[in-house]
């Protein structure tokens, strides 16, 4: 049992670091664009961002990450036009989930044309939600785009955190851009909603078979920094130790409950949202198990 000196000093050191978690959020800015390469930047807002393309003949943009803040959008717009006045050629949407897609309408009524995989198009066409601008050209497996010297492709990699995720390369700077379903130092979000388990697993050695090594995520990976190939194989390392341990719990009666509370990967403590959304993790390999 602590004395109480230092339990005061233990519950100041708290209140501090809280104190200092609070200050850092308060002085990060609402907002900020990121030069990765000559051509490539990030737009960041809150806790979503998008990456886009800047050449002489025009903007490729992705996700308009507008999802009930029409102002994130239109700031977005206002950030690529402190760098170029380049025409605004295409939006591509990473995958059908509306907290990256919704709200791009600003972008269409500048020209831009929409482009997403075709599960994305179908998926919209039946949900019909209003802010979210239909896209205009849809994808299978691979898709190049050329614009200004610099090409961008499109790659589907099957399905994973949804049905209709690409990942976006830039082959000459060896920078990819995926939303959602990699998560570097980080469980996985809630009950990984969705999602498809075994299919997962096949994407993830996919997108280490492409050429590239910087990452951009769809959410600020830990620390600000982009992800690596290594960062990849451990997400891959993780679902394994997740899915062996679920089905050990599984095999003992321990699905659905109590496998959610009783579940630990103690190796991955450490990593972002272990206590907050490991239970929702097994709950999910309970499903698969
Ligand atoms: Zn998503």
Redesign the pocket.
């Given at each position: 049992m602590k004395k109480p000196l230092l339990r005061f000093a233990a519950t100041w050191l708290a209140a501090c670091s809280l104190m200092l978690s609070l200050t850092a959020l308060a002085q990060a800015p609402e907002h900020e664009t990121t030069k990765i390469s000559d051509n490539v930047y990030v737009y960041r807002h809150g806790g979503h961002q998008a990456m886009f393309v800047v050449t002489p003949a025009g903007v490729i943009a992705t996700d308009p990450i507008g999802y009930q803040h029409p102002e994130t959008v239109t700031t977005y717009i206002a950030e690529i036009r402190k760098i170029t006045q380049a025409p605004i050629k295409y939006v591509i949407y990473s995958?059908h989930?509306y907290?990256?897609i919704a709200g791009g309408k600003p972008f269409k009524d500048l020209g831009a044309t929409f482009i997403a995989h075709k599960n994305a198009k179908a998926r919209l066409l039946k949900l019909k939600y209003p802010d979210v601008v239909i896209p205009d050209v849809t994808v299978g497996n691979k898709h190049s785009l050329n614009l200004g010297g610099v090409r961008v492709d499109l790659v589907y990699v099957g399905r994973n955190?949804?049905d209709s995720s690409l990942v976006m390369l830039v082959p000459k700077d060896k920078i990819a851009f995926t939303?959602?379903f990699v998560s570097p130092e980080s469980v996985m979000f809630r009950g990984m909603p969705?999602s498809y388990i075994s299919e997962w697993f096949t994407s993830l050695d996919r997108v280490l078979a492409l050429d590239w090594d910087k990452m951009i995520g769809g959410h600020p990976y830990p620390g600000g920094r982009l992800a690596t190939k290594d960062d990849v194989r451990s997400q891959i390392a993780f679902m394994n130790d997740l899915s062996a341990a679920v089905k050990q719990a599984a095999d003992n009666g321990k699905c659905w409950d109590p496998a959610p509370m009783e579940v630990k990967l103690p190796k991955y403590a450490k990593w972002a949202n272990y206590e907050r959304y490991l239970p929702g993790n097994v709950e999910r390999f309970c499903g698969y198990w």
């Open positions: 995958h989930h907290d990256h955190h949804s939303v959602d969705d």
